[in-house]
Each structure stands twice: as structure tokens, then as C-alpha cells.
């Protein structure tokens, strides 16, 4: 995600450098173009695509959901819609120079029922944390998650606290806050005891502590690129890097159509000679595929050496896109290969690789894909509204 960041932070700047006036200067352009806004809901949203789906899963309408590290608003939004207008969506940003894209994304997107919070979640509160600069919209309360620069200094709020004073009782907290969220977990360990929330956090493979620590509080924890089950570190596929770990409570599980170990069903294995060119560098399926009603793992097996490009690769029924990365494509080959979909309805799929605003890398190829289903999910229906 950091490098994701970085390059769409680069690549912007280089668009828009001929535009730029010297004493206007690039912060201020860029805040012109409003670099960091999200699509209107109406277009969709496809901000971390796996967490996304267990969101629409697990948001329901009238629940209170917390969104730790809001960042600028992309997953708060959606929260918001699932929940709907008697729901409520506390969401948290530490970052003095990220709250208000943030807060500004909430406002033009309609959310009346989120509250915006600015404030550190961490184990204590009433206290002060330097704020180190990330290389993008990836501020840390930590040095080494960052470029080492402190920016700032902001106060800090721990979520037993803060669920005590407004009683506010999440049923989901979603927790993404660049290295912190151990010191966050210790910090609502009232609430998890009591409460025992969904949670769905950002995870570095070889960081056990949150895991260790809920799974010793009766949590299960699941992989949301893969659906396996984690219980340590060597659980991962090998050589991954930041991955999103849901959490539920054994207590729950009746509650939710999480319950592992699920069940796969190999559906298809496509070669490389389904997959078809086109005059621009793009790639997609010869033929759409035809799948039925359910839930399913795409794992493409496609290599790429280009860094300066713009490439879209994802699902489309038809012409509209549901599921789908952005950036470059060497980036993308490398850690953006284990796709997961939801179908409403049978469906005929491409599996396609889009180049945008007349980019191209010659070294893409896509080497086929296997595509399972996840059998538990057949029947399941995710969110009626988004």
C-alpha cells in the first residue's frame, strides 16, 4: 500500500507539473484538483476491494461501526451507506494534514450519520504522540512505518474510553493505522471482553501481536485475500507482504457467514492462451467467462517489469468494473495477484489489464488464472443498497 501511495503521488505531480504556478506552489495546486477525493458512491468505490466485501457483509443497517485511520475517507464512506441513516460511523485520523481531505470526502458524499474524530487511538488517552510523515497519506505515530520526519504532535484517545463516555458499542471496528494497531487493541481490551466486536485489521505478516492477543481473547482469525484461517505467521502465503485480517469471535460465528475452515471448489484453470491482446498493450479474456452465483478466489499468475505506467487490472461483467486495482504494473504483478469477487447473480466475467492515459509496458504477461469458489458464500447475500 505504501508504494501504491507513492506512485500515485508521483504520477500526479508529473501531470500536472506544466500546469503549476510558481507562487501558487505544488501543495496548492494539487489541493485545487482535489487530488485526494474519492468517486461520487454512484460511480463506485474500489478502495481496498477485500476489506470492502466483508464490510458489505458485516455492516448492517442501524449498527454503530468504527473506522481507525479513516485516512481520506474511502472505506468511512462505505461504511457509511451500509449502515444506513439509523446506523452511526465514528471514524478516527490522527494526521493534522490528512483530517481535513478526509473530513471534506464525508461531507461531499452525503454521510450525515459519521462523526469525525481528531485524535491518535491508542492505548491510553489524555496523552501526546509525534505524528511522523509518511512519503503520501501514510502518517505514523512510529518513525520506522514512515520517512522519519515528525511533523507534528496530537493528542491521543483510547477507544474503552471513548465507548464508556458516549456510549457507543461497535459491533465492527475496521483498524488500519500504519503499525499502531497493537497499542489501539490494548486500548479497547474492555470493550472486546464485553462488546466482542468484529474487527478487521491491516497486519503485517511478521507482526503477531494483535493475532496472538485475540486469539487468546476466543477471535478466529481469517486471511480476506485468501480465506484461510491465520493462527501464526508461516499460516501466510509465502513472501506476502501487508495483508487485512478478520477477526470474529467464536461467540459470533452463528451471527456471520464467516465460519471457517470453508470449503473450495476448484472452478476453472484458464492458460495463457485464454488471455488475448489489444492494439494499446491491454489484456482480457478471448471469451467472458460464465460463473454462477457466489463467492470466488482469483489467483492470476501475471509478471510485469514497467514502473512507469498507469495500468487497471480487475473483474468486469461487461463493461463495469467489480473489483479492481490501480497502479503500476510491476507493482501490481508482484502484490496485487489474489482477487476476491462476489456474484449476486450468474454472471459472464473478463478478467482484464487496462492501460491508461496512453501507457504501456511491453514486458506484461499474464500467465493464466485459477479461479475457486468458496462454497460457504453460495447462498449468501451481501448488502441490498451501496
Known amino acids: 500500500m505504501k508504494q501504491l501511495k507513492e506512485w500515485l503521488k508521483a504520477k500526479l505531480s508529473k501531470a500536472l507539473a506544466p500546469e503549476i504556478d510558481q507562487q501558487l506552489g505544488l501543495n496548492q495546486k494539487l489541493e485545487e484538483v482535489r487530488l485526494y477525493g474519492i468517486s461520487p458512491w454512484y460511480q463506485g468505490n474500489f478502495w481496498e476491494p477485500?476489506?470492502?466485501?466483508?464490510?458489505?457483509?458485516?455492516?448492517?443497517?442501524?449498527?454503530?461501526?468504527?473506522?481507525v485511520g479513516a485516512n481520506f475517507g474511502g472505506l468511512t464512506t462505505v461504511m457509511s451507506r451500509m449502515v444506513g441513516p439509523k446506523g452511526v460511523v465514528c471514524s478516527f485520523e490522527a494526521s493534522p494534514r490528512i483530517v481535513d481531505k478526509c473530513q471534506r470526502n464525508i461531507v461531499l458524499s452525503g454521510c450525515s450519520?459519521?462523526?469525525?474524530?481528531?485524535?491518535?487511538?491508542?492505548?491510553?488517552?489524555?496523552?501526546?504522540?509525534?505524528?511522523?510523515?509518511?512519503?503520501?497519506?501514510?502518517?505514523s505515530i512510529y518513525a520506522e512505518q514512515s520517512t522519519g520526519t515528525q511533523g507534528y504532535e496530537v493528542s491521543t484517545i483510547a477507544l474503552d474510553d471513548f465507548v464508556e463516555y458516549t456510549k457507543l458499542v461497535p459491533n465492527l471496528v475496521k483498524m488500519d493505522i500504519e503499525g499502531a494497531e497493537f497499542d489501539a487493541i490494548k486500548g479497547m481490551a474492555k470493550t472486546i471482553e464485553s462488546a466482542k466486536p468484529h474487527l478487521i485489521l491491516e497486519t503485517q505478516p511478521e507482526d503477531t501481536r494483535c493475532l496472538d492477543f485475540l486469539l487468546e481473547k476466543g477471535y478466529i482469525s481469517i486471511d480476506l485475500n485468501t480465506y484461510q484461517t491465520i493462527e501464526n505467521a508461516q499460516d501466510y502465503p509465502?513472501?506476502?507482504?501487508?495483508?487485512?485480517?478478520?477477526?470474529?469471535?467464536?461467540?459470533?460465528?452463528?451471527?456471520?457467514p464467516y465460519n471457517p475452515p470453508f470449503g473450495f471448489q476448484e472452478v476453472t484453470t484458464l492458460e495463457a492462451s485464454d488471455f488475448q491482446g489489444k492494439d494499446n498493450g491491454s489484456i482480457g479474456l478471448k471469451t467472458p467467462l460464465i460463473l454462477d452465483k457466489g463467492r470466488y478466489l482469483i489467483d492470476v499468475a501475471f509478471t510485469a517489469k514497467g514502473m512507469d505506467n498507469d495500468l487497471t487490472c480487475g473483474?468486469?461483467?461487461?463493461?463495469?468494473?467489480i473489483f479492481r486495482y490501480h497502479a503500476y504494473s510491476n507493482l501490481l504483478a508482484s502484490s496485487y495477484r489474489d482477487w476476491v469477487i462476489h456474484l449476486s447473480e450468474t454472471s459472464?466475467?473478463?478478467?482484464?489489464?487496462?492501460?491508461?492515459?496512453e501507457t504501456f509496458d511491453d514486458t506484461l504477461l499474464v500467465q493464466g488464472a485459477k479461479?475457486?469458489?468458496?462454497?460457504?458464500?453460495?447462498?449468501?447475500n451481501t448488502n441490498l443498497y451501496f
Request: aromatic fraction near 12%.
Open 50 to 67: 477485500p476489506v470492502q466485501l466483508a464490510l458489505r457483509d458485516l455492516c448492517r443497517p442501524g449498527d454503530v461501526v468504527f473506522d
Open 113 to 139: 450519520n459519521v462523526q469525525l474524530f481528531h485524535a491518535a487511538v491508542y492505548y491510553k488517552s489524555y496523552s501526546k504522540v509525534p505524528i511522523y510523515l509518511g512519503s503520501h497519506l501514510n502518517d
Open 238 to 256: 509465502p513472501g506476502v507482504g501487508i495483508r487485512n485480517n478478520l477477526y470474529i469471535h467464536q461467540d459470533r460465528l452463528s451471527q456471520v
Open 315 to 321: 473483474v468486469k461483467i461487461g463493461k463495469q468494473p
Open 348 to 357: 459472464k466475467i473478463d478478467l482484464y489489464f487496462d492501460f491508461l492515459n
Open 371 to 380: 479461479i475457486t469458489e468458496i462454497t460457504d458464500f453460495k447462498n449468501a
